[in-house]
């Protein structure tokens, strides 16, 4: 019960695109929001989107709105963050998290489960 994965990570130029994937193990999954944190070196783990269980709900970190797109398949438990445009700054483990409520959160203390995380580095 909530274990997720992501996949999808890896070194890119900048301007390239990349798509992060998670796969969550979970029972009623439109109950639970989604969310992708990221954490560079020595800084803070952050907030870079989330949705709503029903996806019918969407946010954004002001930096990566206009280039970053979250989405998720309610059909096989499927969360996605495709990721547009990328610069060097977006360098960071990207983390999948779910949350037990549907509404959904920006703060990494309103998420219960995490994954391990996913590598994305973009090269100048």
């Known amino acids: 019960q909530g274990q997720l994965v992501e996949s999808g990570g890896g070194l890119v130029q900048a301007g390239d695109s990349l798509r992060l994937s998670c796969a969550p193990s979970?029972?009623?999954?439109?109950?639970?929001?989604m969310a992708w944190f990221r954490q560079a070196p020595g800084k803070e783990r952050e907030f870079v989107a989330a949705?709503?269980?029903?996806?019918?709900?969407?946010d954004y970190e002001d930096s990566v709105k206009g280039r970053f797109t979250i989405s998720r398949n309610n059909a096989n438990n499927r969360v996605y963050l495709q990721m547009n445009r990328l610069k060097p700054e977006d360098t960071a483990v990207y983390y999948c998290?779910?949350?037990?409520?549907?509404?959904?959160?920006?703060?990494?203390?309103?998420?219960?489960?995490w994954g391990q995380g996913t590598q994305v580095t973009v090269s100048s």
């Open positions: 998290a779910s949350r037990v409520w549907s509404d959904i959160g920006t703060m990494k203390d309103q998420y219960d489960y």
């Open positions: 979970m029972r009623k999954f439109t109950s639970y929001a």
């Open positions: 949705i709503s269980g029903n996806g019918g709900s969407t």
